[in-house]
């Protein structure tokens, strides 16, 4: 049976001046925003409840569950604000920087909805430093936002209020974990803070704070527009709508594609025209280097959040990244965990120690120098690490490896012998 092809964020990617307010408002642009501020606070919260909208920077926490939590005015009196995470930092993701790219509007006009739903009056947009070009494009769509009275004073005349602000940061990882960039935006150092209290009770400055992602914010103006219960149905049960994979590695056509939820990752991967010179797929790590490796018989997996999750692995922020059989596991290990040494920002004893052992054992295997007890030592010390730490990042060092020693064995045996002749 061929399934539905819905493209809700990437519809008019086909528009050349996409980025531009007056094309983007000739396609039906900010109808959404204008939905929301006649439908009211309440009504447009409880479409995107409908909707099962999951947040899609990683954890798929559900949106309405999170504006939910947002203490009401009368209960904690004074700003609140929505945050658009645009830090997108994971290798293997880069649906963020496409959605700026083609649909800056696109973004502003969801914050906005977002800053209405929770009464926030000033939202911000923090974006990855290293997006320099995606920066100068937000800017631009802002000051068009703002000329047409889209955004700032008397949103489209109704009265609402909401500034929107510009950050750039730095180059840290870490600072993309939603705690650490309130960090980062107080003007600090990008170091995760231990919750509860969760950034909706005590976020930016210590005020109730939403933040989101870029993806899903863009969802926004859609739900409001065709309503929660049209997008629930376009996913699957527990995951409403559509996803951005970003797919990359060893396939004809690396790009950004739109699915809807629960599309089987062999599909995903076929759209990017398969595996590169009709070479065989060896293995498929479906959500960004943080979600554990999916082998070549793994890939019917229905990519919604609970697909993989039931294969022990994550959608993750859908950055599909393909490996074909001339690819060495045990040198991917290395080149994860090393990124993770890099990003780890030191705090936990157990994040910044383990992922720089990870990262010096798997080394000396591929310098020739690995033995089996090597192996050992790298399940110990990561299975010592998770629950111990204050961030997701922590909770990640090892098990990417461990789940790639575990499906791909014989890779890391040729590296770590059990005896060296
Ligand atoms: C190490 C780490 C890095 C993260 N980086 C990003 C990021 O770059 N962009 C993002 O949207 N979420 C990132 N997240 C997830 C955020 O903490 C947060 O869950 C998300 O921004 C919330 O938005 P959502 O509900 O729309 O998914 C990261 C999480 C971790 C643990
Ligand atoms: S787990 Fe790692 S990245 Fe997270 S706070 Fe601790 S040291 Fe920093």
Known sequence: MSRPDPKILTRHFGEERLHELETYRRLGGYE????????????????????????????????????????????????RFVVANCDESEPGCFKDRVLVDRAPHQ?????????????ARHAFIFIRGEYAVQYRILEKALAQAEAAGLAGRDVLGSGFFCRVSLMRGAGAYISGLDTALLETMEGKRAWPRQPPPFPTAFGLMGRPTVVHNVETLSMLPHIALRGGEWFAGLGTAKSGGTALFSVSGHVERPGVYEFPMGTPLREVIAAAGGVRAGRKLKAVIPGGVSTPVLTAEEIDVAMDFEGPR????????????????????????????????????????????GSYWHERILQRGLEGGG???????LSRVGENIAGKVICALGDTVGVVTRAMMKKFPEDFKARFPESRG
């Open 107 to 119: 973004l502003l006009e969801g914050l906005l909805i977002a800053a209405y739903a929770i009464d």
């Open 310 to 353: 039931a294969k022990g692995s994550f959608l993750g922020a859908g950055g599909v990244i393909v490996l074909d059989d001339t690819t060495d596991m045990a040198a991917v290990a290395h080149n994860i965990e090393r990124f993770f040494c890099h990003e780890s920002c030191g705090q936990c004893t157990p994040c910044r120690e």
């Open 371 to 377: 033995t089996a007890e090597d192996l050992a030592t």
């Open 32 to 79: 959404g925003l204008r939905q929301a501020l006649s439908l009211g606070r309440e009504k447009i919260r409880a479409e995107v409840a409908k909707s099962n909208l999951r947040g899609l920077g990683g954890a798929g926490f559900s949106a309405g569950l999170k504006w939910s939590t947002v203490p009401p005015e009368e209960k904690n009196p004074g700003p």
